[in-house]
């Protein structure tokens, strides 16, 4: 059986970020446009706009939290994932060397009756 974790370990590191760039871009518009327009929605936008030292903080904090909790608990998740796939192999070897014994003997037979 063949392991593949490459694809995933790229994607839930790159998503994240991208997810938080779009976000950041989509307030700048919304702040772009809140020059020029008015009302109770707009003035929300210009207060999350002024206060994007806080948000920015917040964002790189969390990643620093993050980036450090993916540290401290990779090695614990990546031994309980190597006993889970060694067990799987073992259960799809057996299972596989059962499916030998089952085709060596004629339908119908037993192992016994074959001896």
């Known amino acids: 059986m063949a ?8 994607t839930t590191t790159l ?3 991208v997810l938080v760039a779009m976000a950041i871009g989509f307030i700048q518009l919304l702040s772009l446009i809140a020059n020029f ?4 929605f707009w003035d929300g936008v210009g207060a999350v706009g002024d206060h994007f030292d806080v948000i ?6 969390a990643f620093v939290v993050f980036g ?11 031994r ?3 006993r889970k796939y060694r067990a799987g192999v073992v259960e799809a070897v057996e299972l596989e060397e059962g499916k030998k014994e089952d085709q ?3 339908a ?3 192992s016994r009756e074959s001896e």
């Open 80 to 82: 309980r994932m190597d």
């Open 3 to 10: 392991r593949s974790f490459g694809g995933g370990a790229v």
């Open 104 to 106: 060596k003997t004629p």
């Open 56 to 61: 920015g903080g917040g964002i790189c904090g």
């Open 108 to 110: 119908g037979s037993s």
């Open 15 to 17: 998503a994240p970020v």
């Open 68 to 78: 450090a909790a993916s540290v401290v608990f990779y090695r614990p998740w990546r």
């Open 37 to 40: 327009s008015s009302g109770p």
